[in-house]
């Protein structure tokens, strides 16, 4: 039941990111898009930042971590940067 609630809860957050993630920037990105190449490729970079925090919290479900002190962690701006060199490709070369 508790690993119910544990996936529950992060299908949550990962569904709260990506809403907010694309309400904030898909319609930004396409009225971008058409006035300015360059804000295009800024608003597109945002966008992929959005989906790198989701990429970090999906995998913080998958290797079983602690969810909530990521979650908090994956507010801060470039924070799966972080997890990449520190976490993830630490255990890249322990495999």
């Known amino acids: ?3 119910l609630r544990q996936i529950a809860r992060a299908a949550g957050i990962i569904v ?5 993630g694309w309400t904030l920037m898909v319609p930004d990105l396409i009225r971008v898009a058409i006035v300015s190449p360059l804000g295009a490729f800024v608003a597109s970079g945002l966008f992929l ?5 989701v990429w970090m ?3 913080v479900i998958r ?3 602690p969810l909530i002190p990521m979650a908090i962690i994956a507010c801060i701006p470039l924070a799966f940067v972080w997890y990449y060199f520190a976490k993830y490709r630490s255990m890249a070369s322990h495999d």
């Open 49 to 53: 930042v959005e989906m790198g925090t």
């Open 63 to 65: 290797q079983k971590r």
């Open 16 to 20: 709260l990111i990506i809403f907010i």
């Open 57 to 59: 919290l999906y995998d």
């Open 1 to 3: 039941m508790a690993k």
